[in-house]
Nanobody, 124 residues
Framework: QVQLVESGGGLVQPGGSLRLSCAAS????????MGWHRQGSGKQRELVAT??????????DSADSVKGRFTISRDNAKNTVYLQMNSLKPEDTAVYYC???????????????WGQGTQVTVSS
């Protein structure tokens, strides 16, 4: 069964760093664009960053000062996307969700999938 599984979340102090990972598993033929979203308590989910299959990246303007602190990358051989988060702030606290366009083996088109989310808490 095709799925996305996030890992790497946890508790970190302000100014600290975390690296989130999201691995696609199952009978996958091809992976398209991948990305990260986050949802803080009482807030709507927002886009953080995306990366295409060729490595083109985009960082959302709506995210609080994400660009310059966060870096999205991917390892196509491992079917994995990463989010390196540096200089973390309390306002970065949220559940982070992985998203990807996946084409399953035997399928003729891509479908969009979401991971279950991983909690990131930035607190002193």
């Amino acid at each position: 069964q095709v799925q996305l599984v996030e890992s790497g979340g946890g508790l970190v102090q302000p100014g600290g760093s975390l690296r989130l990972s999201c691995a696609a598993s199952g009978k996958i033929f091809r992976i398209g664009a991948m990305g990260w979203h986050r949802q803080g308590s009482g807030k709507q989910r927002e886009l953080v960053a995306t990366i295409t299959s060729s490595g083109s990246t985009n960082y959302a303007d709506s995210a609080d000062s994400v660009k310059g602190r966060f870096t999205i990358s991917r390892d196509n051989a491992k079917n994995t996307v990463y989010l390196q988060m540096n200089s973390l702030k309390p306002e970065d606290t949220a559940v982070y969700y992985c998203n990807a366009d996946l084409r399953a083996s035997g399928s003729y088109d891509y479908h969009n999938y979401w991971g279950q989310g991983t909690q990131v808490t930035v607190s002193s």
